[in-house]
């Protein structure tokens, strides 16, 4: 079976601070990749996803995410994140041989300071 | 609304009780998955319906756990004879097109006394 690791569990940063959060899978056949948010007292929402193509793909709020075939690498970034980007991070895949399932990395809690 | 919707909000229980979980998914949407979110566990796959197909339970932790969906839409999840264990946040999600962007609710949280 698949696994997702996202190996920053908690991240602090000022705010105008760069981003990355990593993600990485184990799986290797075909995959469709998504990262998630989800701000406090809100529910789960998409913030990009990719499917094929363009491995760099960019998503709302100024996030992209490179995906790395050779790594099983989905990393998030953004170049200056702001105090309302203090939310939860959630890294998912979806494997060719998994339904349509989501399988979920355990979650990066990133707090930016004012 | 435009979202999935989910009820209740909140919900006690006592050990040994049984529970039942509603999920609204977003209109038109053919796919509905369950999946729970605990401390610990992160978030976790259950189950999940598409159309008219069988669904796929290889996420549900215990026989104690079903789901079923009426009419295509509306589902409602289960927890027979309730343990500590179960108390997490129950979410629900639904899409509707070839790529599997899943839309989700704003859950469940279920606390087993």
């Known amino acids: 079976a698949q696994s997702v690791s996202q190996h920053n569990h908690h991240v602090i940063l000022s705010e105008a601070a760069s981003l990355e959060l990593g993600c990485n899978y184990s799986?290797?056949?075909?995959?469709?990749l998504f990262w998630y948010v989800q701000y406090p007292g809100q529910h789960l929402q998409l913030l990009l996803k990719?499917?094929?193509?363009?491995?760099l793909v960019k998503g709302i709020k100024g996030f992209e995410a490179e995906f790395i075939k050779s790594k099983f690498s989905f990393n998030l970034r953004k170049p200056s994140v702001q105090w309302s980007d203090t939310a939860e991070y959630f890294c998912?895949?979806?494997?060719?041989?998994?339904?349509?399932?989501?399988?979920f990395g355990g979650g990066t809690r990133l707090m930016v300071k004012p | 609304g435009a979202g999935v919707s989910q009820s209740p909000s909140n919900k006690v229980t006592e050990k040994g009780k049984d529970v039942e979980l509603r999920c609204d998914p977003i209109s038109g949407h053919t796919a509905l998955y369950w999946y729970r979110q605990s401390l610990g566990q992160g978030l976790e796959f259950l189950i999940y319906?598409?159309?008219?197909?069988?669904?796929?339970k290889s996420g549900l932790p215990s026989d104690r756990f079903s789901a079923e969906r009426t009419g295509g839409s509306v589902s409602t999840l289960t927890i027979q004879r309730t343990q500590q264990e179960d108390s997490a946040v129950y979410l629900c999600a639904s899409s509707g097109d070839y790529y599997n962007e899943q839309f989700f609710g704003p859950g469940t949280r279920l606390t087993v006394l």
């Open positions: 319906f598409q159309g008219n197909s069988a669904p796929d």
């Open positions: 990719y499917f094929s193509g363009d491995p």
């Open positions: 799986y290797g056949g075909t995959v469709n």
């Open positions: 998912a895949v979806n494997a060719d041989n998994a339904g349509n399932m989501l399988t």
